[in-house]
Structures are given as C-alpha cells and as structure tokens.
C-alpha cells in the first residue's frame, strides 16, 4: 500500500513492561483509525508508541520516513496564569483560524485562562488538529465538549480526513468512534478489527 | 544630571531595564523565577573569587554564571522542580559570604554587589551591558516560539522530533549572563526586582503574549527612569528605590 503511513505488525507496546496484547494495522492517508476498549487496555500506550514516547517490546512498528506527527494528550496545556491568547496559541502550531466554530471563533483573542474549560479543551485541539501533519494522533478528544463540541469536532475530523491527513484516535465514546472512524479496532484479548 | 557621571550608569541601567523585564516573562513561563536570585548570587561568588584569584570581577561572575546555566543540565535529573535554582541560591551565597568574611578587598566588592553600584558605571560596563542587551532580546525573540511550544505542548514538541536541548541551553545561557550582568551593574535585588516585578504585573494584566513582552519592558524602563530620578534627587541608593518603586505600582495596577 503506498500511502501507508504506520504499518504495525504483532505490535507489544508499554512503559515499564508490556501492557497491551499483540496488535496488528495499518494507517493510511484519508483514513481515521479508532481505538477503543475498556480501561486499562492500553488504548494510550499504543498512541504513545506511534509518537515515540512508549516502548515497543515485541513486534514491528514501521513509519513512513519523515512523517510529521501531531498529537493531543489528555494532559491540560499549563496556561493558567500565562498571558496567551487563542490565536497566539494556534499560531505556535501552525494551525490557522479558519473553521472554527463560532461560539469560539468570537474569543479567539481572549486570553486561554479566561476561556471556559470546554472552550479552552477545543481550542487546544483545535491548535493540534489543524498544525501542518501527515498523521494526527488524537487521545480522547472528546473529553470535556459539550454535544456542539462534539458535532463540530466529528465534521472536522472528517474533513481533515478527506484533505489526506491519517488519523487515529483513542477514545471510550464507542458511539463517536463507531460514526467517524473508516476502521476500529477494540483493544483487549485478543485485538478484534471491527 | 546630564554629565558624563550619570548618562553612562543612565544608560547602562536602560539596557537593562529593557531586557531583564522581557527575560522576567519567559522565567515565569518556565516556572523558573527563582532563576533571578540563584543566578545573581552564583555571578556574585564568580566575581569574588575572579578577584582574589587576580582576574577581573566581570568576567568570573559571566563565568560562573554561565557554568551554573550550562552545567545543571547534567543534573537535572535530581534537581527536578527547581531545586537547582535553590541549590544554586544557597551555594553561591555560601561562598560569597565566606570570601567577603575572610577577604577584606572580596567584602568590599561583596557589598557593591548586593547594594548595587550603578552610579559606578562607566565605559567598559556599558560598551559590554549594551550590546550583550541586544543580542539577549534578539536570541529571546529568536527562541520564543519554541520555548512556548515546549511549555504549552511537551509531547507535540518530542512527537515533531524538535530537540528541546539546544533550546533550553541557549535559553539558560541568556538567562545567566544577563542576570550575571545585571548583578554586577545594579546589585543583586535591583536586577531581581527588574526580573519579577514587571513580569508579575504582565502576567496578571496583559491580554496576550506580545501584549505581555511590552507591557513588562515598559514597566521596567519607566520604574527604571523613575527610580533612577527618585534616587538621585534624594541622594539615596538606586536598588531599593527601585525595589519600592516596583513593589508599589505592582499593588497598585496588578
């Protein structure tokens, strides 16, 4: 496949020790891979591995030679207190104004400590979705929004997609994941492709 | 007040009231604040023990200063949380104290620098504060979208491959140089007070960034000309004027 970005093969990946089962897929341009699975099974360590932050402990993990990576966690960005505002945190990335919601796109120059928590989440995101990349590794993103957040956010995944950027998201919300996602795998033992 | 003997400390206070207040920003960006004393009080050790050692004062408290910001990389893997600037602080005091306790010329020089000796500015401290000044505000420019980026997004930061050493290095070397001049220019709670307080009262009141960075130098230079002035007029030291000076407005308009 030529526009494989990743290729995982029997992939075992954790931090100190091995902490998910055997994992096999392929990530591809234009295509959102979901993860899914009860906790613990190891739906961020496999996201952490695709970023070059956890182990691989068996198994192969191949990426396409200088892919550019973007990648949310779920740690909050620490702005608390710090004078920066919207559009100066998306210029940090890269990312441009242009899409934004408008119950956000109206503060886009208020400070982020002043912002609500689930503005501040989507702005955040906002800042990662739309940074210049070829992959766009998501971990719950839908944490924190609100049913608008999470329909602008589901319409703009996928028009992320169909521009050829590959995604792979992690989240519990199995609905979410099941309506935007080409391919889900659900973690646990064994991985089952859906 | 337009002779020689106070337009050149004039100045050389100037650059840095310019610059410290930018360097403040960043600081307290990065959680690291007490950068300010620690650094001031190691370029202090530096300079006592250039002059006992018969080296000029500038030159070991840059040198020092610079070795601390460099050299507590290697150990940053027990000095997590800012227990090297703490550590720093407290050495670098340590040994000022004991060089200023045991050498009569080191005491002298001791008390200079933590009083402040601005009004002894001359030639040779401007023709090295002023270019060094420019070339600190031009590296912080420089360094400024990635020292934002590694604060805000760590792990966008590692997962883009961008080395964060070379820039946290360059940042510390800044930081200790131009906090080493400052000390040896306006003692070592002048410079502080340029470092917290401007940036403090940015922090609290800007609506952005950029609007952050002006706000702080502009703080800085206008507590700066004012307490130069205040202190002047009444013949009294320039360092806690503009301590006073800075920690009214901050309660003032923070």
């Known amino acids: 496949m030529s526009d494989a970005l990743i290729r995982a093969r029997a992939l075992v990946a954790g931090w100190e020790s091995p902490a998910t089962a055997p994992l096999d897929f392929v990530v591809e341009s234009g295509r959102i891979l979901g993860l899914t699975g009860a906790n613990g099974v190891g739906k961020t360590t496999v996201l952490s591995a695709l970023a070059g932050r956890a182990r691989v402990f068996s198994g192969v993990l191949e990426a396409r030679l200088g892919l550019r990576l973007a990648l949310q966690t779920q740690d909050v960005p620490p702005v608390g207190g710090v004078p920066l505002s919207g559009r100066e945190l998306l210029a940090l990335t890269g990312a441009t104004v242009d899409g934004l919601p408008p119950w956000l796109a109206g503060r886009i120059d208020d400070r982020l400590d002043r912002l609500s928590g689930g503005q501040r989440h989507y702005l955040t995101l906002w800042a990662v979705l739309q940074a210049p990349a070829d992959l766009v590794l998501l971990d719950e993103p839908t944490n924190n929004l609100d049913s608008a957040g999470v329909a602008h956010l589901a319409s703009a995944l996928r028009r992320l997609a169909g521009s050829g950027t590959a995604l792979v998201l992690v989240s519990h919300d199995h609905e979410f994941v099941e309506r935007i996602c080409d391919q889900v795998i659900v973690l646990g033992e064994p991985a089952n492709v859906v | ?254």
């Open chain 2, 1 to 254: 007040m337009w002779s020689d003997l106070f337009v050149l400390p004039f100045l050389t206070g100037l650059c840095l009231a310019l610059v410290l207040p930018v360097l403040g920003c960043f600081l307290r960006l990065r959680d690291e604040w007490l950068a300010a004393l620690a650094y001031a009080h190691v370029a202090a050790a530096g300079a006592l023990l250039a002059l006992i050692g018969g080296a000029m004062p500038a030159l070991g408290g840059m040198a020092a200063a610079a070795l601390a910001g460099g050299g507590k990389r290697l150990f940053a893997g027990r000095l997590a949380g800012g227990a090297a600037f703490a550590l720093l602080l407290l050495g670098g005091w340590a040994v000022a104290v004991l060089l200023a306790a045991n050498q009569p010329l080191a005491e002298q020089l001791g008390h200079s620098l933590f009083d402040g000796q601005l009004y002894f500015s001359g030639v040779a401290q401007l023709a090295l504060v002023a270019p060094w000044s420019l070339f600190a505000a031009v590296a912080l420019v420089f360094l400024s979208r990635h020292l934002l980026l590694a604060r805000v997004y760590p792990d966008y930061f590692a997962a883009r491959h961008l080395r964060a050493w070379p820039v946290v290095l360059g940042f510390d070397l800044v930081a200790a140089l131009t906090l080493a001049l400052a000390t040896m220019t306006m003692g070592v709670m002048g410079g502080f007070a340029l470092v917290f307080v401007p940036a403090w009262i940015a922090f609290r009141r800007a609506r952005s960034w950029r609007n952050g960075l002006l706000l702080a130098a502009v703080i800085g230079i206008a507590g700066y000309g004012a307490a130069f002035l205040l202190a002047l007029g009444l013949d009294q030291p320039f360092g806690p004027v503009l301590a006073l000076l800075l920690i009214a407005v901050g309660l003032i308009i923070a």
